[in-house]
């Protein structure tokens, strides 16, 4: 055998097991970020069935579409208190006196309610900053986790095309022997 057969055989052999390793990294990149999509045979028939319909025009279909839309509606618990009114022989002074009363009631209830929705809403800040940090480091670790992923299957495709473009250098060499 001589060195260009020995070359041409060499070099072939690296093309081939490039063209190898890059498909299967090609197929691991695939697999861990795209796990869904149809495999080599369904996205060839894919591909058939494309062909088939650029030289075979279909007729256009008709439609109609129908939506629905419904809301429950959200229910609110409520407290209730009941005032009693003063008695209708009461007087002006007497009534004068309910209603100041019932203002300071309500000025004191109202005040209360302040507090409290004060309070919630800073819980409630609080509960929603937290989740969303929360959130952020999952999509950050999540993001992080795709790249190494993606970056191992593209490393080992990166390999294999060097194999293979090694092999058509050698293979070239050996033709020119």
Excluded: Y
């Excluded at 001589?2 to 498909?23: D, K, M, R, S, W």
């Excluded at 058939?48 to 629905?68: D, E, H, N, S, Y």
């Excluded at 019932?102 to 109202?110: F, M």
Aim: proline share 2%.
């Amino acid at each position: 055998m001589t060195a260009g057969a020995v070359l041409n055989l060499i070099g072939g052999c690296l093309q081939l097991v490039g063209l190898g390793v890059a498909g299967l990294g090609v197929r691991r990149t695939r697999l861990e970020h795209a796990r869904e999509r149809l495999g080599t045979w369904g996205q060839a028939k894919e591909w058939l069935g494309a062909l088939r319909r650029i030289f075979k025009r279909l007729p256009p279909v008709a439609g109609t579409a129908t939506m629905v839309i419904s809301a429950d509606a959200a229910g609110a618990a409520f407290n209730a208190t009941v005032v009693a009114a003063p008695a209708s022989d009461a007087t002006a002074a007497q009534r004068e006196q309910f209603l100041v009363e019932r203002v300071i009631w309500l000025q004191e209830e109202a005040g209360r309610l302040r507090e409290s929705v004060a309070g919630e809403g800073r819980e409630l800040r609080a509960a929603i900053s937290n989740l969303g940090g929360a959130v952020n480091e999952q999509a950050d670790q999540l993001r992080k986790d795709m790249d190494l992923a993606m970056a191992d299957g593209l490393a080992q495709e990166a390999m294999g095309l060097w194999f293979a473009a090694l092999g058509t250098v050698l293979t070239i060499i050996g033709a020119a022997i």
